[in-house]
């Protein structure tokens, strides 16, 4: 039968694979929050680490879910490991995952604008993915708000169940529900940065930027050449606008800012459907 949901992981690795098979390994209980590197976090509360990994390919995953004696919220994060002593490209890592197994659910998002800020827009769960994506803005605000909520169809602003996610950290960010043909439901979201779209740009790309700003990688593909435009510009969002990256496969280098507002000017594309691919590493600063 198969399970034809989309994937909260997925990576890539050298032989061309997209399979994972990541397993138990081991769990571990912290007193408190593990402070990711890097970021500010959430002090306080009891966490579970669950510590999945895959003996094939090395990849190891740890799951990290922070509960508080007062507060009924769980905060959880990933942190994913290549173990391979190769190279592995993560195409996607979701912030998060749930499985629900009915889907008689309404999805409520919130949007805005200026003096009217968090609108809610409520919809009724049905058969394919409903989404809430920033992808094309590359940020969100009060424009598109980090927030998603799954809630019963009885349920009102007094009582019903009810359950909110919200993201700490979000740029480009994609909420989505999904309803297969036999009625469960997958709720998924995270960052998402899409550069391109094929319709607007005869260029398709999206970008994948560590935690840390230092490295991104870039995939794409074209469309249908135009023969008068014979290079393009690609913006590309989420990195750090005060750093400067070498691209490894140009040898160009450019600020953060320059490559978000004025962008990357691509190689000569003389051919339809060709790939696109670019890794950016950041400068070493100067002391």
């Known amino acids: 039968m198969g399970d034809y949901r989309r994937p909260a992981l997925l990576v890539m690795t050298q032989d061309g694979a997209r399979q994972t098979d990541l397993r138990f390994s081991s769990f571990a209980v912290h007193r408190e929050k593990v402070p990711p590197e890097g970021l500010p976090y959430v002090r306080g509360g009891e966490t579970l680490e669950v510590m999945l990994r895959d003996d094939v390919y090395g990849l190891e995953l740890s799951l990290f879910y922070t509960v508080f004696d007062d507060q009924d919220a769980v905060v959880r994060s990933a942190k994913l490991v290549n173990r391979s002593g190769g190279d592995l490209r993560v195409q996607k890592i979701s912030s998060f995952s749930l499985d629900f197994p009915d889907a008689s659910y309404d999805t409520v ?26 992808a094309l803005r590359g940020s969100s605000s009060h424009y598109l708000n980090p927030f998603f909520a799954l809630v019963r169809r009885e349920t009102d602003e007094h009582a019903g169940d009810a359950y909110g996610i919200a993201l700490v950290y979000s740029g480009a960010l994609s909420l989505s529900a999904e309803m297969t043909s036999y009625g469960t439901l997958r709720v998924q979201g995270g960052e998402l940065y899409r550069l391109a779209q094929m319709c607007r740009d005869g260029l398709y790309a999206a970008a994948l930027v560590s935690h840390d700003k230092m490295h991104a990688y870039v995939a794409g593909i074209t469309g249908q050449t135009n023969a008068n435009v014979l290079q393009k510009r690609l913006k590309i969002c989420g990195l750090d606008d005060a750093r400067r990256y070498r691209v490894r496969e140009t040898g160009t280098v450019a600020s953060g800012r320059a490559l978000r507002t004025m962008g990357l000017l691509l190689p000569p594309l003389r051919s339809d459907f060709m790939p696109v691919e670019l890794h950016l590493e950041a400068e070493p600063e100067k002391a």
């Open 109 to 134: 998002c919130l949007y805005g604008r200026p003096c009217r800020e968090r609108m809610p827009v409520r919809e009724a769960c049905g058969p394919g993915i409903r989404e809430f994506s920033s």
